[in-house]
C-alpha cells in the first residue's frame, strides 16, 4: 500500500534553520491530512493538519502546506530545536477516518 | 491533559496463545482504532470501532482479531491464536468525530515466541 510516500527515510539540519519534510500521496479521495511526531518507544504524537479546502495551516513553529494538484503535502518546521529531533509521519484519511501513514522521516536537529 | 492510555506495555506470549491489548481513550471521544507497526515498517490501519460496532477493518484484520468495548472505558483487541507475524507495537487511538486528529496511546509490545 504506497499511496502516502515520504521518499526521504532522513533530514539532518542545523539548529535555528529551517526543516522541511515532504510527503506525497496518490487517493485523490483523501481529504485531511496530518503529521505526526513519534519518539522511540512511544505513540505518535499529533503535530498539526490541514483539510483539503486549504492550501495551509499554521501553529506556532509549525506550518503544513497542501499542493492538491500535486498531491503532495510539507511540513516546515522554522526554527528547528534539538528537541525536534524524532521521526516524523504523515497520514492521510478519506471520509471512513482510518490513517493510511507514510513510512516516516527521521530528522535531527544538529545543536 | 486527557490522553490514551494502553496495557500492558509489552506482552510475551508463545505461539497459538490468546492475548489481549487494553486501551482507555480519551473520555469524551467516540471513534477508536487499533494501528499497528511491525519493526522497520509503517504504521498500519486495522480496524475502527463508533457505536459500538466496526466501521471499517483492513485486510489484516482477520477472524483471529477481535474488538470490544466491554464497559464503556476500556476498548479491547483481542488476537485469538497468536503467529509469530503478529509480533509488532498495537497502538490505540482515538478522535471525537471522523474528521478530527486521532490521539494515540503508548502502544503495547507484542511479541511473539
Known amino acids: 500500500d504506497q499511496q502516502v510516500k515520504q521518499n526521504s527515510p532522513s533530514l539532518s539540519v542545523q539548529e535555528g534553520r529551517i526543516s522541511i519534510l515532504n510527503c506525497d500521496y496518490t487517493?485523490?479521495?483523501?481529504?485531511?491530512f496530518l503529521w505526526y511526531k513519534k519518539y522511540p518507544a512511544e505513540g505518535p504524537t499529533f503535530l498539526i493538519s490541514?483539510?483539503?479546502?486549504?492550501d495551509k495551516n499554521e501553529d506556532g513553529r509549525f506550518t503544513v502546506f497542501l499542493n492538491k494538484s500535486a498531491k503532495h503535502l510539507s511540513l516546515h518546521i522554522v526554527p528547528s530545536q534539538p528537541g525536534d529531533s524524532a521521526v516524523y509521519f504523515c497520514a492521510a484519511s478519506g471520509n471512513t477516518g482510518k490513517l493510511i501513514f507514510g513510512q516516516g522521516t527521521t530528522l535531527q536537529v544538529k545543536p | 491533559e486527557p490522553e490514551v492510555t494502553q496495557t500492558p506495555s509489552h506482552q510475551v506470549t508463545q505461539m497459538g496463545q490468546e492475548v489481549i491489548l487494553r486501551c482507555v481513550p480519551i473520555s469524551n471521544h467516540l471513534y477508536f482504532y487499533w494501528y499497528r507497526q511491525i519493526l522497520g515498517q509503517k504504521v498500519e490501519f486495522l480496524v475502527s470501532f463508533y457505536n459500538n460496532e466496526i466501521s471499517e477493518k483492513s485486510e489484516i484484520f482477520d477472524d483471529q482479531f477481535s474488538v470490544e468495548r466491554p464497559d464503556g472505558s476500556n476498548f479491547t483487541l483481542k488476537i485469538r491464536s497468536t503467529k509469530l507475524e503478529d509480533s509488532a507495537m498495537y497502538f490505540c487511538a482515538s478522535s471525537e468525530n471522523r474528521y478530527n486528529e486521532q490521539f494515540f496511546g503508548p502502544g503495547t509490545r507484542l511479541t511473539v515466541l
Open positions: 487517493n485523490s479521495m483523501f481529504d485531511y
Open positions: 490541514i483539510s483539503s479546502i486549504k
